[in-house]
């Protein structure tokens, strides 16, 4: 009894399901017979008028091709600027090499926090009692901690060389610039902390001390792991001479650290080697910022472009001395994503060659008021500059005389009974 009630119940449900599947098959063949129906008339139209819907085709076929020729497109851009100062991002994933072979250092300046570990004989006039030692370590405490080495005898040939410097990912190099009148490379380097402590990797920098004694002066340090009745003062500058044993001098820079490297001679064919090439980069910038004011709403950017050219989409502009290089927006840099070569160009700066990709260049010596611009279009990137331009005027024309056309003919079938 109890089946036979619940059949009852569920019969209505059924009978209401089969209604509407019923209202769906007389629907679809409906609208079947309405699309069959409008597209017979859809062709029987077309092939009526065959000559009028060549030329909407045309068209349409030209309008396309008019947007594809106006809308920008992002493109590969060259160039290659010389300037005072300039700064980057390195963008790669592992550690790159960036300096190598800088020789006859005359000095040798770092600024930040730092640990330094000399092994050898030692001489000191104000702390004799580090003569006595035949290791020393000292601990840099903080950002205004100095360090300096510089041959003991000036007037001998300097030793003391570079051997290379690497940079560990998203290292930002900033202020590089070459100052002539000392013969000084400068740079300073600030490294992503978090990203540092995840890799576990620090920017480093390998010295050759040479065969010679070192003087070394240190300002804001604290000696590890000595204590001497006679220390001085943490604030007065140590000064020693080391005759090292150690020829080699291996340094992890962990933080934010300024360096400056005097050499003996002025730099010639030879800084074409101090660089090393292909170094991907981000936030490539020319500027030197200005902050005289109270307020920092009073900084001033100062573009430090001395000359240059740069290429994109078959278009060249070049960049006279002072002017600004931007991207799509004013207050973005451009997007250079590879410094394929840096060199020291004497009396002038440091040139760098580069490349990227954007939709637009700008340029001019006020960042809101560009002067000049460069720009592709989305069919840059598939045909020649030349052939756009002659296929854009073919376009023109033979747009204006299918218009002439259409009107014509639309008229002529308007005034017939």
Same mark, same amino acid.
């Given at each position: ?190 490294? /992503?902390? !978090? #990203? @540092? $402590?995840?890799?576990? =990797? *620090? +920017?480093?920098?390998?010295?050759? %001390?040479?065969?010679? &004694? ?31 044993? /150690?020829? !080699? #001098? @291996? $340094?992890?820079?962990? =933080? *934010? +650290?300024?360096?400056?490297?005097? %050499?003996?001679?002025? &730099? ?150």
């Amino acid at each position: 009894m109890a089946s036979r009630q619940k059949a009852k119940e569920n019969f209505p449900k059924f009978i209401n399901i089969r209604q509407w599947l019923n209202f769906l098959k007389r629907n679809l063949i409906a609208l079947f017979v309405i699309s069959a129906s409008t597209l017979k008339r859809l062709l029987r139209t077309i092939s009526n008028h065959q000559n009028s819907f060549l030329v909407l085709l045309l068209l349409l076929f030209f309008t396309i091709l008019t947007f594809a020729a106006i809308v920008p497109g992002k493109h590969t851009f060259e160039g290659n600027i010389i300037s005072q100062e300039m700064s980057f991002i390195y963008n790669g994933q592992e550690s790159k090499l960036f300096l190598q072979d800088i020789r006859g250092i005359k000095e040798l300046e770092n600024e930040g926090k730092q640990t330094l570990t000399f092994t050898g004989n030692f001489k000191s006039e104000t702390w004799p009692e580090l003569n006595q030692l035949d290791l020393l370590k000292i601990q840099m405490k903080d950002s205004e901690s100095r360090w300096i080495l510089a041959p003991a005898n000036l007037q001998a040939t300097s030793e003391i060389n570079l051997d290379e410097l690497r940079l560990q990912p998203n290292t930002k190099v900033a202020g590089l610039s070459y100052d002539f009148y000392r013969n000084q490379l400068a740079f300073s380097l600030q490294s /992503n902390s !978090k #990203l @540092n $402590l995840k890799s576990n =990797q *620090n +920017t480093t920098l390998d010295l050759y %001390l040479g065969e010679q &004694p070192i003087k070394v002066i240190v300002e804001g340090y604290e000696l590890l792991d000595l204590k001497l009745p006679n220390q001085p003062d943490k604030q007065t500058p140590l000064e020693f001479i080391v005759n090292p044993n /150690n020829k !080699k #001098l @291996n $340094l992890e820079i962990a =933080q *934010n +650290t300024n360096i400056y490297i005097t %050499l003996t001679k002025p &730099p010639k064919s030879e800084s074409e080697e101090w660089f090393r090439e292909k170094i991907e980069t981000k936030d490539v910038k020319f500027l030197d910022l200005d902050r005289n004011g109270k307020d920092a709403r009073d900084d001033l950017k100062i573009s430090t472009i001395v000359e240059g050219k740069i290429r994109m989409v078959g278009q060249e502009q070049d960049i006279k001395q002072n002017q600004f290089l931007m991207g799509e927006n004013p207050d973005t840099p451009l997007n250079i994503e590879l410094i394929r070569h840096l060199q020291i160009v004497p009396k002038k700066g440091i040139e760098a060659r580069f490349s990227g990709k954007t939709k637009e260049i700008k340029i001019g010596l006020d960042q809101d008021f560009p002067v000049s611009q460069i720009q592709g279009s989305w069919l840059d990137g598939v045909l020649p500059r030349d052939a756009i331009i002659a296929l854009f005027s073919f376009g023109a024309a033979t747009v204006a005389n299918l218009l002439s056309w259409l009107f014509s003919n639309a008229s002529k079938s308007a005034s017939k009974p």
